[in-house]
């Protein structure tokens, strides 16, 4: 077990593609800042006018349009920037998302893209169930990605149910910017530790979502769901980062990936290998609209 | 749990003798509405006698440190503290009867504890400990003091529980029901906590929690996945 998978066996990014990238970032970002201002400063001077005091209902109303329209604006030109987890989005939807009311359009705008990881992970692992090494190799490895493939038809469900009961359009596609990686590796994919890696980061991406998205959705029952959902692809994750630790084991880790196991036998990393870390952040996580329907 | 809109069986059969294991657990009052709930005085025996070594400084500094390195807290809503007192001494019980594992095995009082348990255990020790250190972080930013004990009556169940712990597999048996409970109390928690930090803290350790679970589960002879859906049903109430 001399290399158990872990961050730095996520998948590699092309470095110089990813520069291009921020460089278009930055400039969205910039444009995003420039066609929020004028919200922004309204909400602003709201607050200068409210002051403490509690604001009347028509307040209320004007605060919660000025909010809908920065929100939405703000939300949509940093999303599509993948800036949305960055520090100064945080503190920007932080002004524009107080609790006036629900933020519906970006709360759709999460669900769809929560959707469209879920779409993903489905056509991975049926993927995954079509390639010889998993559909005839270990029984436990097969079983997983059978069940994990159920799994996450169900949870598809779910978020398509929430999405249509906040009154959007549930996404239908899986999310593009990952389908283009699974694609690319895909030609790479020879043995059971290659599919368990390109499984783990799909995992990773989507519980860092939702664990994200818990802070930025306003619904309660969409709230619910993603947590109670990314409690389980974090499960995935984990039995993962495990399988593929023993895998790296060679044959005396293989036959570890048993139920029940010998754990006798197991090595002291497998108890640790995984939760890497005593709290999960959202380091991967995939801005709310990168999976919204267009 | 909320009912969601679609089915929720994936065959996997749940355990009874798990759903309700403190009689403490499921359909209390929502975390969020809690009082203060970080109990003083609670007894020292098994359960919590190991390495509960929180600091009990209060004060209102925004920022503190936690054994995963420094941090910038944020003074958190006063719900939001509530919560995160609770929290917090649920994780002086989980580190408190890691402690006492440890203790136990060390004194071959649990026989044979293989490598790998031995390193859970420690690893999920440190895990909570750090866990601590945070939601402590954000109750004294908050001007409160340090929660250094765990939930009186909870603590009395996993003492007794403890008690009859024998072996490796009765010990992975309670660190499993401690953590659903951990794992399930923050998944509760979440839509009830208004700060954003804390939001995400909580939904942090919710994962490693479930991940813990994960884990034991696989040692036990288990599916490490069982559930399609997270529930709620053995979050743990106040007292």
Not at chain 2, 6 to 11: E, V, Y
Not at chain 2, 221 to 227: K, Q
């Given at each position: 077990m001399d290399s158990p998978p872990g961050e730095k066996d996520r998948i590699m990014l092309n470095e110089p593609m990813l520069e291009v990238l921020l460089e278009e970032s930055s400039d969205l970002h910039a444009d995003a800042m420039r066609d929020t201002r004028p919200s922004v400063a309204r909400l602003e001077e709201w607050r200068r006018d409210v002051g403490t005091s509690l604001p009347t209902t028509e307040q209320v109303s004007a605060m919660s349009t000025a909010r809908a329209e920065a929100s939405s604006s703000l939300a949509k030109s940093l999303a599509a920037a993948g800036l949305l987890t960055g520090g100064i989005a945080a503190v920007l939807l932080g002004v524009v998302a107080?609790?006036?009311?629900?933020?519906k359009p970006l709360d759709i705008q999460i669900l769809q893209t929560a959707t469209s990881l879920e779409l993903l992970a489905i056509a991975a692992y049926e993927a995954a169930l079509g390639l010889p090494f998993i559909a005839d190799g270990n029984a436990v490895v097969k079983k997983f990605a059978e069940t994990t493939k159920s799994q996450h038809m169900q949870h598809r469900e779910a978020f398509a149910a929430q999405t249509k009961a906040l009154g959007g359009t549930p996404q239908t596609e899986p999310n593009a910017k990952y389908l283009a990686i699974v694609e690319m590796e895909k030609p790479k994919l020879l043995t059971p530790a290659d599919v368990v890696k390109l499984a783990a980061t799909l995992e990773e991406v989507a519980t860092d979502t939702y664990l994200k998205n818990l802070s930025l959705l306003t619904d309660k029952d969409s709230i619910e769901l993603t947590a109670s959902i990314m409690g389980v692809e974090c499960q995935h994750l984990a039995t993962l980062r495990a399988v593929g630790a023993l895998l790296a084991g060679g044959d005396e880790g293989i036959a570890l990936?048993?139920?029940?196991?010998d754990v006798a036998k197991l090595p002291a990393a497998a108890g640790s290998v995984a939760t890497p870390k005593p709290f999960e952040e959202p380091d991967m996580a995939s801005p709310p609209a990168e999976g919204a329907v267009k | 749990m909320k009912n969601f809109p679609?089915?929720?069986?994936?065959?996997q059969q749940r355990i009874p003798s798990r759903?309700?294991?403190?009689?403490?657990?499921?359909?209390?009052?929502?975390?969020?509405?809690?009082?203060?709930?970080?109990?003083?005085g609670g007894s020292t025996n098994a359960?919590?006698?190991?390495?509960?070594?929180?600091?009990?400084a209060s004060g209102s500094s925004g920022t503190t440190a936690s054994s995963a390195g420094a941090t910038t807290t944020t003074k958190a809503p006063n719900g939001d503290l509530d919560t995160a007192m609770f929290a917090a001494s649920l994780e002086v019980l989980a580190v408190g009867t890691y402690g006492a594992a440890l203790d136990a095995a060390g004194a071959g009082k649990l026989g044979a504890v293989p490598p790998a348990v031995a390193e859970f255990v420690t690893k999920a020790k440190a895990d909570h400990q750090a866990a601590l250190d945070k939601w402590n972080g954000v109750i004294k930013a908050g001007g409160k003091t340090a929660v250094t004990e765990p939930p009186k009556k909870l603590k009395a169940t996993v003492d007794a529980e403890f008690a009859k712990v024998k072996d490796v597999t009765g010990a992975a048996e309670l660190a499993l029901l401690l953590e659903e409970t951990a794992s399930a109390t923050y998944l509760k928690a979440i839509p009830t906590l208004k700060d954003k930090a804390a939001i995400e803290l909580a939904g942090g350790l919710q994962v490693v929690d479930a991940q813990h679970v994960s884990v034991l589960l696989f040692v036990l002879?288990?599916?490490?996945?069982?559930?399609v859906f997270a529930g709620t049903d053995k979050a743990a109430a106040p007292g």
């Open positions: 107080s609790p006036a009311a629900a933020d990936i048993a139920i029940p196991t | 679609i089915t929720k069986d994936n065959g759903r309700s294991f403190f009689g403490l657990v499921g359909g209390a009052a929502a975390v969020g509405a809690l009082a203060a709930c970080g109990d003083t359960g919590a006698s190991s390495s509960t070594s929180t600091t009990k002879g288990r599916y490490p996945v069982p559930e």
